[in-house]
């Protein structure tokens, strides 16, 4: 390799050797692409961020905690963010005004909370995950001097072709990989239940604040004006068969207490109705009794054919 800086369209180019296996016993090297962390919204971990492009599969926080702070010597870790970077599209730029913006901050959309269920996602049941082919990450310093110390070194590095094997040093103290990793993981499959729980209530909490902002956005887009300045009144969702016939049977249950009530409307009404049931009674009672005097006289008598 050429002893001289290597840098493709603004980044720098660190070249790392991967440790030999027994699936492949021959060195191989691998370029890590680094440059400083610029977001289109930046944040307050932005100015001492270092932007790493092409990080092997097998990276984990403490390769890259090991490859600055022991390999290189220069700078010290803090955190490390690999490939879903955060965003934080709900934050405001970093200026003066930003006090003021924040304020004026306006209620979150049904879209950006459809973001964050989309983000949540179950425990992993792993003990090391791997990376993705060419993934990046965001490497977090303790300060912008260790920043900007880190690329140095790493330019440097790259510059004298030093020798730079990943992950040297560190290896008793990453879980295995290979056989022994499907292993490991064969005996420990399940989540921690309080994950799981925490995970579960998450996800249900915006759930229904997704559904909610779409039922409210629904209402107002329906009393938006259209082109020519009407608004469509709706009756509500859609009844099924049997719906209808419970509607249907309601009302004609409430049209029956309706006419009963009016049927009563007056005083002289209601009289009038308790004489006629009483004559009506007494009538009857009149009835039964001449034919109960009937059935005692005919009593004992025999009828001659």
Same mark, same amino acid.
């Given at each position: 390799?050429?002893?001289?800086?290597?840098?493709?369209?603004?980044?720098?180019?660190?070249?790392?050797?991967?440790?030999?296996?027994?699936?492949?016993?021959?060195?191989?090297?691998?370029?890590?692409?680094?440059?400083?962390?610029?977001?289109?919204?930046?944040?307050?971990?932005?100015?001492?961020?270092?932007?790493?492009?092409?990080?092997?599969?097998?990276?984990?926080?403490?390769?890259?905690?090991?490859?600055?702070?022991?390999?290189?010597?220069?700078?010290?870790?803090?955190?490390?963010?690999?490939?879903?970077?955060?965003?934080?599209?709900?934050?405001?730029?970093?200026?003066?005004?930003?006090?003021?913006?924040?304020?004026?901050?306006?209620?979150?959309?049904?879209?950006?909370?459809?973001?964050?269920?989309?983000?949540?996602?179950?425990?992993?049941?792993?003990?090391?995950?791997?990376?993705?082919?060419?993934?990046?990450?965001?490497?977090?310093?303790?300060?912008?001097?260790?920043?900007?110390?880190?690329?140095?070194?790493?330019?440097?590095?790259?510059?004298?072709?030093?020798?730079?094997?990943?992950?040297?040093?560190?290896?008793?103290?990453?879980?295995?990989?290979?056989?022994?990793?499907?292993?490991?993981?064969?005996?420990?499959?399940?989540?921690?239940?309080?994950?799981?729980?925490?995970?579960?209530?998450?996800?249900?909490?915006?759930?229904? @604040?997704?559904? &909610?902002? *779409? /039922?409210?956005?629904?209402?107002?887009?329906?009393?938006?004006? +259209? !082109? =020519?300045?009407?608004?469509?009144?709706?009756?509500?969702?859609?009844?099924?068969?049997?719906?209808?016939?419970?509607?249907?049977?309601?009302?004609?249950?409430?049209?029956?207490?309706?006419?009963?009530?009016?049927?009563?409307?007056?005083?002289? @009404?209601?009289? &009038?109705? *308790? /004489?006629?049931?009483?004559?009506?009674?007494?009538?009857?009672? +009149? !009835? =039964?009794?001449?034919?109960?005097?009937?059935?005692?006289?005919?009593?004992?008598?025999?009828?001659?054919?």
């Amino acid at each position: 390799m050429k002893k001289q800086s290597l840098e493709i369209a603004g980044y720098a180019v660190l070249p790392v050797q991967l440790p030999e296996s027994r699936a492949f016993p021959k060195p191989a090297t691998h370029y890590l692409y680094l440059r400083p962390h610029e977001p289109r919204i930046p944040d307050a971990d932005s100015p001492r961020s270092l932007f790493v492009v092409n990080v092997p599969i097998d990276t984990t926080e403490l390769h890259l905690r090991h490859l600055f702070g022991t390999q290189l010597s220069a700078g010290r870790v803090e955190k490390v963010h690999f490939e879903g970077v955060p965003t934080k599209k709900g934050s405001v730029a970093i200026t003066q005004g930003s006090v003021s913006k924040s304020r004026k901050r306006k209620r979150v959309t049904a879209d950006e909370l459809q973001d964050q269920l989309d983000d949540i996602s179950l425990p992993s049941t792993w003990d090391r995950e791997l990376q993705k082919s060419g993934a990046h990450a965001v490497v977090v310093f303790a300060d912008k001097s260790s920043m900007e110390a880190s690329l140095k070194a790493a330019t440097k590095a790259a510059k004298k072709g030093a020798k730079i094997v990943w992950g040297e040093g560190i290896e008793d103290r990453l879980p295995p990989l290979g056989l022994q990793r499907y292993l490991n993981h064969s005996r420990a499959c399940y989540p921690d239940r309080a994950d799981l729980l925490r995970t579960v209530n998450d996800f249900m909490t915006v759930f229904t @604040q997704v559904a &909610e902002a *779409r /039922k409210r956005e629904e209402a107002r887009r329906a009393q938006e004006p +259209d !082109e =020519d300045g009407f608004i469509t009144v709706t009756s509500g969702p859609k009844l099924t068969s049997i719906a209808h016939e419970e509607e249907a049977r309601a009302l004609v249950e409430k049209q029956k207490k309706k006419q009963e009530g009016l049927e009563d409307f007056y005083r002289f @009404q209601s009289r &009038e109705k *308790r /004489k006629e049931r009483q004559n009506e009674l007494l009538r009857k009672f +009149d !009835e =039964d009794r001449k034919k109960l005097e009937e059935m005692k006289r005919r009593k004992g008598k025999i009828r001659p054919e």
